[in-house]
């Protein structure tokens, strides 16, 4: 995907959000996003489920509601972003700063977090079952589990 169409997306996006009858919710689903430059986007409720986003910079990106299921996210920088109630089922955070992240009732089922960077995240609420959790930094963490089982 070039920077321009990206940009058409977002802005598009941004139109939908405000306004669900003009623009377009963001449908990244698939992009090669590999290293982009999204600090500070508001992609709320997009989908960008098995993007790559290796390597992608999301510092303070906003994205509550997101679709990230099976999303590549190897080495992303996500300090400070609101993943709050993300779908990031199978999403690949290896080595991933996550750092002060939002990830308030998220859905980690099977993510893999090894080597993630956790600390002062808040995973209240987060589905952790099956999630790769071998090498993550967790101290100072809000660690809530969730023990019903959602999926098979």
Do not use: Q
């Not at 190897?74 to 089922?89: F, K, P, Q, S, V």
């Amino acid at each position: 995907m070039t920077k321009d169409e990206l940009k058409t997306v977002l802005e598009d996006h941004a139109k939908w959000l405000n306004d669900p009858a003009t623009g377009a919710r963001a449908n990244l689903h698939g992009a090669d996003l590999w290293r982009a430059n999204l600090s500070g986007a508001d992609l709320r409720r997009a989908n960008l489920c098995g993007a790559n986003l290796r390597g992608a910079h999301l510092r303070r990106a906003n994205l509550h509601n997101a679709n990230l299921h099976d999303a590549h996210l190897h080495d992303a920088n996500l300090y400070g972003a609101n993943l709050r109630g993300a779908d990031l089922r199978r999403a690949d955070l290896c080595g991933a700063n996550l750092s002060g992240a939002n990830l308030l009732g998220a859905d980690l089922w099977r993510a893999n977090l090894y080597d993630a960077d956790l600390r002062e995240a808040d995973l209240c609420g987060a589905n952790l079952r099956g999630a790769d959790l071998r090498g993550a930094n967790l101290p100072n963490g809000k660690v809530t589990f969730i023990h019903e089982e959602k999926y098979g």
